[in-house]
C-alpha cells in the first residue's frame, strides 16, 4: 500500500478504532495491526486533558466548524506526540492553523497525502480512482491549484 | 488569518450545496426515522461522527446510507 511508503506505522486513537464495526473495513483494520503496521492507542489521561481543551478552544470559536470528541483525541494526540494526523474533516486542520494552542501540528487530508504520493498524470488517475472508490469529493478550487482540475 | 477563515468558510459552504445538490432526495425520505433525520444532518453538516451521534445510527451504517443516498464526503 503506497502510504506506507510516506509512514511505516498509522497509529489510531482507541476512540477512533472502536469505532470500525464492520466488515470489509474490519478485517482489513486487523490484518494491518496484525503485521504491525497500525497500533491503537489506548486512551491516556494527559492526552484527555489536551483534547477537552481543544473540545472547548474549537467549539468556543464561531469561525471555526465544530470538532468531534474522537477527532479531538486524535488531534490532541498528535500534539503530544509530534505526529501528523491523517483526516478528512476540515475542523483539525483549520483549528491547528488558527489555534495558538496546536501551532505546529501538522494535519493533512487525502488530497494532500495523494500529493505527496504522486504528481502528474499519475496524481490525476489516482484522484479519480480514490474519488470512485470512497465516494470522497475535493475542494475545485484546490484541485485547479494543482492543476489537475 | 482572516483571508484563510473566509476561505474555508466559502470552501464549506461549496461543500454544502454540492451535498445538497447530489442527494437522492427521494430515496433519503423514503428512509424511516431517526435515518431520514441523519441523513438531513449529514448533509447539512457533512459531519458523519455528528449526525450518527446525535441520532444514535451506527456511524458505519450511516456511511452505507451515506452511499446510497448519493451523498458525497466533501474534502475541502
Given at each position: ?26 478485517s ?72 495558538e494552542e ?48 | 488569518?482572516k ?71 466533501v474534502?475541502?
Amino acid at each position: 500500500m503506497d502510504l506506507f511508503s510516506l509512514y511505516n506505522r498509522l497509529l489510531a486513537p482507541f476512540a477512533v478504532f472502536s469505532e470500525i464495526k464492520r466488515e470489509p473495513a474490519r478485517s482489513f483494520a486487523f490484518a494491518l495491526a496484525a503485521e504491525r503496521r497500525l497500533l491503537v492507542v489506548p486512551r491516556l489521561e494527559a492526552v484527555d486533558a489536551l483534547a477537552l481543551r481543544i473540545l472547548e478552544l474549537v467549539n468556543a470559536d464561531p469561525s471555526l466548524p465544530p470538532i468531534d470528541p474522537p477527532e479531538a483525541y486524535a488531534l490532541a494526540f498528535a500534539k503530544r506526540a509530534g505526529y501528523p494526523l491523517l483526516t478528512d474533516n476540515a475542523s483539525p486542520k483549520l483549528a491547528s492553523l488558527t489555534l495558538e494552542e496546536l501551532r505546529g501540528v501538522e494535519v493533512l487530508d487525502s488530497l494532500d497525502v495523494l500529493r505527496l504520493l504522486y504528481s502528474g498524470e499519475t496524481l490525476f488517475k489516482a484522484l479519480k480512482e480514490f474519488t470512485e472508490d470512497t465516494g470522497v469529493r475535493f475542494s475545485a478550487r484546490r484541485l485547479r491549484e494543482l492543476g489537475v482540475a | 488569518m482572516k483571508d484563510l477563515l473566509e476561505r474555508y468558510r466559502e470552501e464549506l459552504e461549496w461543500a454544502r450545496e454540492l451535498r445538497r445538490k447530489e442527494a437522492d432526495w427521494s430515496y433519503i425520505e423514503s428512509r424511516p426515522e431517526p435515518l431520514r433525520t441523519a441523513l438531513k444532518l449529514l448533509v447539512e453538516t457533512g459531519d458523519l461522527w455528528y449526525a450518527a451521534a446525535l441520532t444514535g445510527i451506527d456511524l458505519e451504517e450511516l456511511n452505507e446510507e451515506r452511499v446510497r443516498a448519493k451523498i458525497p464526503l466533501v474534502v475541502v
